[in-house]
């Protein structure tokens, strides 16, 4: 499975978008991009994933680049209990999740 | 969307003794469970694929006699964190798929445990 690098941190204003970016410019043509968080002491929650097209569901956006490269996750409306760590991860369908160190998103008040 | 349910969500034994920890799909019947491991302010790290009706498939460096896994429903998945010690102290998360989609793991809330 394709790596996967995020920047270790961000911070997002409640109520605004959070842009999370993934680089993964070693992914192949049937992997898919993951995006999954975890909340404090809690068990990951899935977010979102996509192969090639931009993908939208209730939680969040997902914006994959044309060469598949790197996307971004957008939470258009940030809220307070949107702060977790956010893993991009990159498989090929139904295979074991390998989790990177994420960012962790602070939304402030 | 789909549960899984973990139990016990916290425990704290005494070193040399053994803990088990139950995973269990409330709602959907999961043919195999992951079992993860996570230290403080760390990433989660595979620890083993649990297939009902045979054996599990360990990662690399995760001892098969020290982390019993047994699968033995189609609803559960049973951890057991056999001589504990204190360097096992960590927080233990499975998930499954809930098949035959295969588009997200459902988590469980995880069993943290700590010994002494």
């Known amino acids: 499975d394709a790596k996967t690098t995020q920047p270790p941190s961000m911070d997002c204003a409640e109520g605004r978008a959070a842009n999370l970016p993934c680089n993964h410019s070693?992914?192949?043509?049937?992997?898919?991009v993951y995006w999954y968080r975890q909340i404090h002491s809690q068990g990951p929650q899935y977010i979102i994933h996509?192969?090639?097209n931009n993908e939208t569901n209730e939680m969040a956006s997902l914006i994959i680049t044309e060469d598949r490269k790197s996307s971004t996750l957008i939470l258009p409306h940030a809220t307070l209990r949107d702060t977790a760590v956010y893993y991009c991860?990159?498989?090929?369908?139904?295979?074991?999740?390998?989790f990177g160190t994420g960012t962790r998103l602070t939304v402030i008040p | 969307g789909a549960v899984v349910s973990q139990h016990p969500s916290w425990v704290i034994c005494k070193s040399g003794t053994s803990v088990k920890i139950e995973c269990r799909s409330l709602?959907?019947?999961?043919?195999?469970m992951f079992w993860y491991r996570q230290f403080p302010k760390q990433s989660l790290m595979l620890m083993a694929t649990?297939?009902?009706?045979?054996?599990?498939?360990?990662e690399q460096g995760v001892e098969k006699d020290k982390f019993l896994i047994n699968h033995a429903s189609l609803t559960l998945s049973t951890l057991t964190v056999t001589s504990a010690h204190p360097e096992d102290s960590s927080f233990y998360i499975c998930?499954?798929?809930?098949?035959?989609?295969?588009?997200?793991?459902?988590f469980g809330p995880g069993t943290r445990l700590t010994v002494l």
């Open positions: 998930s499954a798929y809930r098949e035959p989609s295969y588009n997200e793991q459902f």
């Open positions: 996509g192969l090639k």
């Open positions: 649990s297939n009902e009706g045979s054996k599990a498939t360990y």
């Open positions: 070693t992914i192949s043509g049937n992997e898919y």
């Open positions: 709602d959907f019947q999961a043919t195999t």
């Open positions: 991860i990159v498989i090929t369908g139904a295979n074991n999740l390998f």
